[in-house]
C-alpha cells in the first residue's frame, strides 16, 4: 500500500483527502500547524488505515527537515507528495495591501511548497519513483481585482509544477497539478481573519466545489496507472465560469 504525506491536512481539501484515502486503506502521514487537531484526526482515522502525524509550520525550514527526517522505519518511503497548505491572506487593492499578509503568502504557499519538496524529492529520486501533486487554483491560472499577491503566488505554483516536472523527468517521478475554483471550506474565513458574515457570502447563492470533490479528483491522479501522469487539472463548480464570473441566485 502507498504512504501518501499530505500537508495542511487539518482541515478544508486537505482534510477530505485525508479521509477519502484513509477509505481506500493508504498509509498517511499528516501534517499541520494544530497538535490537538492533529492528534484528533489520528485517532479517528487510524480506525481505518495506519497514520503518522506530524507537526510543523512550512514555513520553518528546519522544522520541515527535522520533522520529515524523524519518520518512524514504517512510514519513510513515501510515495505520493500532496502540497495542499496554502491560505489567502487579505483581498486588497495592491496599494493598500499588508506587507505580512503578502509574506504569509509567499512564505506558505511558494516557499513553504518548496521546502517540503526539498526534503522528500531526494528519497523519489533514489527509488525513480513517486508522485508530487501541488494544490494550485483557479488564482494560478488567471488574476482577479485584489488578488494580486494571492494570485502571484498561485502563478508561482503553476510554474514551479511545470519546473519540477522538466527536472525530476530524468527520475520517473511524475509531477502535477490540481487547481480548483472556489471550494467551500474556511479558505474566506481565513482570507477575511475571521470575518464570518463576508466569508459566508463568498458561498452563497450557488453551489461551490466541496472540499470531497477536490479529493475525488486527487484520489483519480494517484491511482492511474504508472505510464499516465495527470499534468495539470483545473476544476470549477459549474456555476463558475472564471474567477470573476459566478453565477448566482436572484
Ligand atoms: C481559491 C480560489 O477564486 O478564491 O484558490 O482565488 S479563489
Given at each position: 500500500m502507498?504512504?501518501?504525506f499530505?500537508?495542511?491536512?487539518t ?5 477530505a ?20 487537531k ?20 512550512v ?6 527537515a ?16 500532496i502540497?495542499?497548505?496554502g491560505?489567502a ?6 496599494d493598500?495591501?499588508?506587507d ?31 508522485h ?9 491560472k488567471?488574476?482577479?481585482p ?13 510554474a514551479i509544477?511545470?519546473g ?12 502535477g497539478a490540481?487547481?480548483?475554483?472556489l471550494v467551500?471550506t ?10 464570518k458574515?463576508?466569508a459566508?457570502?463568498?458561498?452563497q ?6 472540499p ?6 486527487i484520489?483519480?491522479?494517484i491511482t492511474r ?17 472564471s474567477?470573476?464570473?459566478?453565477l448566482k441566485d436572484?
Amino acid at each position: 500500500m502507498k504512504t501518501i504525506f499530505i500537508t495542511g491536512a487539518t482541515s478544508g481539501i486537505g482534510l477530505a483527502t485525508a479521509e477519502l484515502l484513509a477509505s481506500q486503506n493508504y498509509r498517511l502521514i499528516l501534517c499541520g500547524r494544530n497538535t490537538e487537531k492533529l492528534i484528533q484526526l489520528k485517532a479517528e482515522l487510524s480506525e481505518k488505515t495506519n497514520v503518522h502525524v506530524l507537526e510543523f509550520d512550512v514555513r520553518d525550514k528546519n522544522a520541515v527537515a527535522e520533522k520529515i527526517e524523524s519518520l518512524p522505519t514504517d512510514f519513510q518511503k513515501i510515495d505520493v507528495l500532496i502540497n495542499n497548505a496554502g491560505n489567502a491572506h487579505g483581498l486588497d487593492s495592491i496599494d493598500e495591501g499588508s506587507d505580512e499578509d503578502w509574506d504569509a503568502m509567499i512564505d506558505i504557499n511558494v516557499k513553504g511548497l518548496l521546502y517540503v519538496s526539498q526534503n522528500i524529492i531526494p528519497q523519489m529520486k533514489g527509488r525513480k519513483d513517486g508522485h508530487i501533486i501541488n494544490i494550485g487554483s483557479t488564482a494560478g491560472k488567471e488574476v482577479y481585482p485584489k488578488g494580486n499577491v494571492y494570485c502571484g503566488s498561485k502563478h508561482a505554483v503553476d510554474a514551479i509544477t511545470t519546473g519540477m516536472r522538466l527536472d525530476l523527468n530524468p527520475y520517473k517521478i511524475k509531477v502535477g497539478a490540481v487547481n480548483p475554483g472556489l471550494v467551500e471550506t474556511n479558505f474566506s474565513a481565513v482570507r477575511f481573519k475571521g470575518d464570518k458574515e463576508r466569508a459566508d457570502k463568498v458561498y452563497q447563492g450557488y453551489k461551490a466545489l466541496q472540499p470531497q470533490d477536490v479529493a475525488e479528483v486527487i484520489l483519480f491522479a494517484i491511482t492511474r496507472p504508472p505510464h499516465l501522469n495527470i499534468t495539470d487539472l483545473t476544476m470549477m463548480c459549474t456555476a463558475q465560469a472564471s474567477s470573476t464570473i459566478v453565477l448566482k441566485d436572484e
